[in-house]
T-cell receptor, first 112, second 111 residues
């Protein structure tokens, strides 16, 4: 079946612009996670949605970052006033309960 | 203290060798454990879940030691294609079903 889908695959933008990244989880998965990964580094947790519960935003690095999950399915991660240090691969994962997470291919974000 | 700790390596081993990675976790209430594999510039992919009694999948064996709070991954008869970063992942429903990732152990299998 279809896996986790992320778009765009690549995004290049100028410093100061806003960007929106999209994640379409596996159908039926109640949990959705956003991570980012800089080159050669480990995964950095950003935010987690579980069903209708309030999201766990504890990993968001600044108030320029926000995320929504509409209708318990698709999620968008928004970065406002992008900075060069925001350049990274942004990974989305979904899971059902405590079953393993499945990751999308990621969005490679480059801030010029 | 980090939730999950791994030796980052790198581990450089010849083809055919046996190599083992360990990972420790800090929360004794953790309930689910996994090993993921991540290739360069790719997303992490599930390699195997880790069960309390230990489990094997072909050349890969995973073990869990709850008393000492560590999990291990053993790779036998290493292949060139095993070269990747191996991520240890721990899940704890008590913290809202959060998954905690280690920073990964880098493996290179040399011809």
């Amino acid at each position: 079946g279809a896996g986790v889908s992320q778009s765009p695959s690549n995004k290049v933008t100028e410093k100061g612009k806003d960007v929106e990244l999209r994640c379409d989880p596996i159908s039926g998965h109640t949990a959705l996670y956003w991570y980012r990964q800089s080159l050669g580094q480990g995964l950095e947790f950003l935010i987690y949605f579980q069903g209708n519960s309030a999201p766990d935003k504890s990993g968001l690095p600044s108030d320029r970052f926000s995320a929504e999950r509409t209708g318990g399915s698709v999620s968008t991660l928004t970065i406002q006033r992008t900075q060069q240090e925001d350049s990274a691969v942004y990974l989305c994962a979904s899971s059902l309960g405590n079953q393993p997470q499945h990751f999308g291919d990621g969005t490679r974000l480059s801030i010029l | 203290r980090k939730e999950v700790e791994q030796d980052p390596g790198p581990f450089n081993v010849p083809e055919g060798a046996t190599v083992a990675f360990n990972c420790t976790y800090s929360n004794s209430a953790s309930q689910s454990f996994f090993w993921y594999r991540q290739d360069c510039r790719k997303e992490p992919k599930l390699l195997m879940s880790v069960y309390s009694s230990g489990n094997e999948d072909g050349r890969f064996t995973a073990q869990l030691n709850r008393a000492s709070q560590y999990i291990s991954l053993l790779i036998r008869d290493s292949k060139l294609s095993d070269s990747a970063t191996y991520l240890c992942v721990v899940n704890n429903r008590n913290t809202g079903n959060q998954f905690y990732f280690g920073t990964g152990t880098s493996l290179t299998v040399i011809p």
